[in-house]
Structure formats: C-alpha cells, structure tokens
C-alpha cells in the first residue's frame, strides 16, 4: 500500500513504487541502489515528493508519495533512550539536499536511525542526518552533501550503534531545548529588546545577527550572504531557531527554514507567544488565541509546514493547546467560534463593570514598560491593604465581583477606607503591531476606563527614558493621554539611572512623580496616599442614626456604601458609613453631627 496523496498518480507509477516493499536493503546502506534509483527516477517523473521507511534489518516498512511540502511519516514507537530502528530515505525535488526543518524535528520527534534528503537534479546529491547525543542532550548531526555513490556506501549501521551507545550512557536526555540567532536589520537596541522578549520566553539567545539594510529583501527578508553567515551561527552555537525582528512575510519565512533547516518565527510570533503565556483571564486568552490564529492564516504557507509534522515549540501552540491541526478551514471555523465565545464573555463583562460601576468602585490601572515591576507593584499594594481586617471582608466581597474572570483586577482599600480595584497590564513594547492592539483590547479597555493611571517606570534600567515614551505614545494610541497619572519611579533600591532626571523633566507640572520599591516596600504607604488624594472623591463619610422604622436604609448603605462602624442603640441604629455623593439625599434627614 502506497500511503499520502495518491490522486492524479498514474497507475504504472503505483505499480512500480509498490515493488519497492520487495527490494531488500543491507543493514549497513541506508537504501539499496536499486530503491535509490527508483525513487529518484519516480519523484522526477512526478515531481513529488517519495518517501521510503526501512527498518533496520533492512526490510521496507512504508513507502509514501506527497506533494513538495507535505509527505506523512509513519506512525512510531518511539522508545526511550533509544533510536526507533526506523531511517527514511526520501527526495527533496526542490534540488536541495539540505535537511529541511521538517526533516530534523521528524529525526529528533521520531527517534530516527537516520534521515536521508536527496536533492534532485543532474547530479543528484543526498545528505544523511543522525541523532546523537551532545552535552547530555539529542541533538540532529548531518552530513555535507555527498554525491550517490558516496551516501550509499557510508556505513550507517557503525553510526547508529555509536549513537545509541551514546543514549544508553546518557544520564538525563531530554528533547534538544530550544536556543535562538537573533537576526535584525534595525538598531541593536531592538535586538536587545528581542532578547529580553526571547529571555520572557525562556528562550536562551545564543547569538545576534544584525544587517544594515535599507529595504527588506523579498525572498528572504535579508540578502543571500546573510543567510550563509546566520547557518554558520547557527551550526557554531548548535542553535535550533532564528528570530527575526521585523515581521516576516508566509513567503520569507518558507525559504528561510528550507535554507536554514530550522524553525524560523519573527518577533510578532513571539510577543503573541508571550502575550499567550501570560494571558491570566479567559477573556484575554481567547483574545490571543484569536490574534495568533489570524497572523497565523496569513502565513500558512511558510508555518503550516513546520507544523504538519512537528507540534510544540514556540509559534506552533495556541494557549491551552499541544497540537494545532493547519488548515484554513479548520482555522476559519475555530475562530468563528472564538468570536462568538468572546461575545458572550464581552456581555458578562459588561455586565460585571455596571455592577462596579454602580456600586462607584474607582479604577486605578498600572501601565508601564515590560518588566518595569507593575506585576510586583499590584500584589504589594493588594498585601498592605488587605492587612486592615476592618475592609478584608469588603474587599474580598468587591473582589469576588470579577475575580472568576479576570485575575488580574483586584480591590484594594484605601485609608479612608474607599475600595477602588488596581488592574494589572501587559507589559508595553516596542515595535507592538497593530493587530496586537487590537488583541488586547480587553486588557487595555480597563485602562480606557479607568479613573487614575500609575505609570510604573523602572528608573534603574537605563533604557527607562526611551520606554516612558513608547508607553506614552501607545497611552495616545488608545485615547488614554491625558487621564490623571501618577509617575512610579520603581526600583529605586537598585540605584537611579543617570536618565531618570530627564523623566522627571519630561512629567514635571504635568503628573506626579514619586520614587518607590515594589520590592522592599518603600514610599508604598505614600503612593497608596497619593492614589487617594488624586482620584477624585466621590464617596462622603456620613453618621446617621436610623430609626428602626427606617431599616431599608441601612440595606442600600451597606449595598452601596461602606459601613465603618454601626451600633445598636434606643432610638434606632447608629452608623458611620462612606456613601456615594449622590447618594446623600436619601440620608440627610437622619445625619447626626454632619457630614466631612
Ligand atoms: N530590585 C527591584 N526589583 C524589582 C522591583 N520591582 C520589581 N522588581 C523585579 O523586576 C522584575 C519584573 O517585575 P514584574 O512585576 O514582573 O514586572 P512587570 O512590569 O509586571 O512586567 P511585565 O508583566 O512583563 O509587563 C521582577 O524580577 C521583579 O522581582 C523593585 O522595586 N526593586
Ligand atoms: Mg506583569
């Protein structure tokens, strides 16, 4: 039985690739001459992609005929600490007998004995691929090109047992982990910025490629003497991914990973894939899933290859899923279908904000450069408030209003005993495409709706000048450029950088500026002062006495307001409570002493 894409193969074709199953291999070539013949033979006639897999006493096991992009592999046992016992031989009839980035993830994934690419064209050549083991780790060696007769007398048998007495020895061996070439035509900044995304991706940088060059090429994004010298840096750092600092097109990215042998992403994948890891409410992650898909529907043709035979890796995982099956149909009905879960979700939002709304809850939002300590910064201001037990209950209570949606709201308390909610926000970056935005849309519209912003800036890192602008200019972006905002100068236990005099000059007369540490919780007390003398008050302090007659009343002040004390006496009850101003009303005739 011939497995892949059969249609439109001409029966005495089938025919001849059927006897394939008869011809034996000797155990040490990695085909005999007569299948290498064949096939070569046949996949020119066809201009298809042959793919034979034998096993190692040499018997033919499956014979697969695809297109020049998609050949199935068989299905494998794949064993620990040792090989599958399986090597493919197949034909590349694009003329190169490079391993392509398929073909290493399908040794590496299947534990092959060996991969073996033969480049069509006059002179024919084949490339052998082994896994061995490197630094306790699998990794894919192969072969230069070798012409026929060279590939098909190397004993390939003495290179798999080596290998695999290699793997018994192996103390831990675990899937080759993923190392980057950075490769940029822009500044090195951006590179270093690339870096620290690749680092938020626990995607260790290897090495940085950088061109000077005016306009992209269209092939390959880079010219052709780059692309050599980024497959040395790749060979020498023994890394398997190359991310680029601009978006690639489908196109760029194909002929990059068939030229490279490896995975090739670019830097939107990548803040997707980060977005992603860091997406907290179900809002948020369906939001980037939905992002990741559609960049990924327009550049299927360059990942979607990739992708039919390997799965995980960055770029290739949606949140919350291993495998993601390529094909625009399919990719078409889940987003559809993510859009309508969106919808639903987006109502109930809603939904939730009318009841904060109501019950007047200020919002406060920390924006801020990635890594600039918003994430610290919100849990530390959330430890010290929750410390009052007085409110605990009041703001576990206000909490709960969106704590099953959205983790990254919580309700704090202030002094004077106001709740207001602190939201947490994707780090901002550089270079942030548009469509990410929009994706993210349901982190940002809290900052659009928000009563006050905390600018949080890391005022150790030099780089901070530079960073308060981008977040500035997206600020803008959003219509959000002139909301109150208070400058969080963090990280001051690390030492000021020489640039935070500029900040101050940037913001000064226009925002207040104030010197913290999330971490070691100096000036917190203040800024949470400084929060509460900066929104706007909206809630007053009364003391009512309420006759008993009267006790809805005290209903729609704990509804609406925050009780601070309450005491049963003769006459009715007595309470003391933060009500919303334009509540007031319902309470004048029953104040005692007078309101603040
Ligand atoms: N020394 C020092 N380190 C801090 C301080 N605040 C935060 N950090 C550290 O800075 C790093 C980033 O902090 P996060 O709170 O995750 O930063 P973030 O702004 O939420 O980052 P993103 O979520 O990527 O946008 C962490 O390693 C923190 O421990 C601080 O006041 N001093
Ligand atoms: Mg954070």
Do not use: W
């Not at 049963?568 to 007031?584: H, I, Q, S």
């Amino acid at each position: 039985m011939i497995s892949g894409n059969i249609d439109g193969i001409r029966k005495r074709i089938l025919d001849e690739l059927e006897t394939i199953f008869e011809i034996k291999t000797p155990k040490y070539q990695i085909a005999s001459q007569e299948i290498t013949d064949l096939i070569l033979r046949l996949s020119g006639e066809t201009e298809r992609e042959i793919s034979v897999a034998i096993d190692r006493r040499g018997k033919v096991q499956e014979v697969t005929i695809g297109d020049s992009s998609s050949v199935s592999l068989p299905l494998l046992d794949v064993k620990e600490r040792k090989l599958s016992g399986t090597r493919i031989i197949h034909t590349h009839p694009n003329g190169n007998p490079r391993l392509s980035a398929l073909d290493v993830s399908a040794l590496v994934k299947m534990k092959l004995d060996c991969i073996a690419a033969i480049g069509l064209g006059e002179e024919p050549t084949m490339v052998l691929g082994f896994l061995t083991v490197d630094e306790g780790r699998l990794a894919a060696q192969a072969t230069q090109p070798m012409d026929i007769q060279s590939a098909l007398s190397f004993d390939i048998l003495d290179r798999i047992t080596f290998n695999e007495t290699l793997m018994k020895q192996g103390e831990s061996i675990s899937e080759p982990e993923e190392r980057a070439v950075l490769v940029g035509i822009d500044t090195e900044d951006s590179l270093e910025e690339l870096r620290e995304l690749a680092k938020a991706c626990n995607l260790p940088v290897a090495d940085i490629v950088i061109q000077n060059r005016e306009r992209p090429d269209n092939a390959f994004f880079v010219g052709s003497g780059k692309v050599r010298e980024i497959g040395e840096r790749l060979q020498l750092t023994r890394s398997n991914v190359v991310i680029f600092d601009d978006e690639l097109t489908g196109t760029q990215i194909r002929n990059l990973e068939e030229q490279l042998g490896v995975k090739v992403i670019d830097r939107t994948t990548l803040i997707l894939e980060i977005f992603a890891r860091r997406a907290r409410s179900r809002e948020a992650k369906l939001q980037v899933e939905l992002a990741q898909l559609k960049y990924r529907m327009n550049r299927l043709i360059g990942l979607g290859t990739v992708m039919s035979r390997t799965g995980g890796g960055i770029g290739t995982k949606g949140p919350g899923e291993t495998k993601l099956e390529i094909d625009r149909r399919r990719i078409r009905e889940k987003v559809t279908d993510l859009t309508r879960e969106l919808t639903k979700i987006t109502g109930v939002r809603e939904v939730q904000r009318e009841n904060r709304e109501t019950n007047e809850i200020q919002k406060v939002s920390l924006v801020g450069y990635t890594n600039a300590g918003k994430s610290t910064l919100r849990n530390a201001l959330y430890e010290i408030s929750s410390k009052d037990s007085v409110v605990k209950e009041k703001v576990f209570e206000a909490d709960m209003l969106f704590a099953t949606l959205d983790t990254t709201t919580r309700a704090i308390a202030l002094r004077d005993k106001r709740i207001i909610t602190l939201t947490d926000t994707v780090g901002f970056v550089r270079k942030l495409p548009h469509d990410i935005i929009e994706a993210f849309k349901s982190t940002l519209e809290e900052v659009v709706f928000s009563d006050l912003l905390v600018h949080v800036i890391d005022a150790s890192s030099d780089d901070a000048y530079k960073q308060a602008i981008t977040v500035d200019s997206v600020l803008e972006e959003i219509g959000c450029g002139d909301k109150d905002t208070i400058i969080a100068l963090n990280k001051v236990d690390k030492g000021l950088s020489f640039v935070v005099d500029d900040i101050r000059e940037l913001y000064e007369g226009k925002h207040k500026i104030i010197e913290i540490s999330a971490k070691n919780g100096k000036n917190l007390e203040l800024i949470l002062d400084m929060i509460m003398e900066t929104l706007p008050r909206t809630h007053s302090a009364i003391e009512v006495l309420v006759p008993y007659s009267e006790q809805k009343l005290l209903s729609s002040i704990r509804a609406r307001g925050t009780v601070i004390a309450e005491e049963y006496r003769e006459d009715g009850t007595y309470v003391k409570a933060e009500v919303p101003d334009r509540d007031l009303y319902m309470y004048e005739k029953f104040l005692i002493g007078g309101n603040e």
